[in-house]
Nanobody
Framework: QVQLVESGGGLVQPGGSLRLSCAAS????????MGWYRQAPGKQRELVAT???????NYADAVKGRFTISRDNAKRTVNLQMTNLKPEDTAVYYC??????WGQGTQVTVSS
């Protein structure tokens, strides 16, 4: 059974940075496509970024150039480095594995 636990959310001012981490247990992590999604109040969950086992990355247009997804297969973690944060980045951020397993989410709030 796959379990995903996110950490690193919080309150940050516009222009600031945050680093989210997701620790995975269960499943064959090194071959899994890992991703980050987010859901803002009143909106549908949307893709932020994904990374394949071999390291191919895909980003939503809204975060390109600001966010970086990375993974450590030995530690079974996937990270999301977020820079130049904007108020519209405020959301609950979810880690996912193979579009089938999800974490509980971590809140990111960008506000002055």
């Amino acid at each position: 059974q796959v379990q995903l636990v996110e950490s690193g959310g919080g309150l940050v001012q516009p222009g600031g940075s945050l680093r989210l981490s997701c620790a995975a247990s269960g499943g064959i992590f090194s071959y899994a496509v890992m991703g980050w999604y987010r859901q803002a109040p009143g909106k549908q969950r949307e893709l932020v970024a994904t990374i394949t086992g071999s390291g191919y990355r895909n980003y939503a247009d809204a975060v390109k150039g600001r966010f970086t997804i990375s993974r450590d297969n030995a530690k079974r973690t996937v990270n999301l480095q977020m820079t130049n944060l904007k108020p519209e980045d405020t959301a609950v951020y979810y880690c996912e594995m193979n579009s089938s397993s999800w974490g509980q989410g971590t809140q990111v709030t960008v506000s002055s």
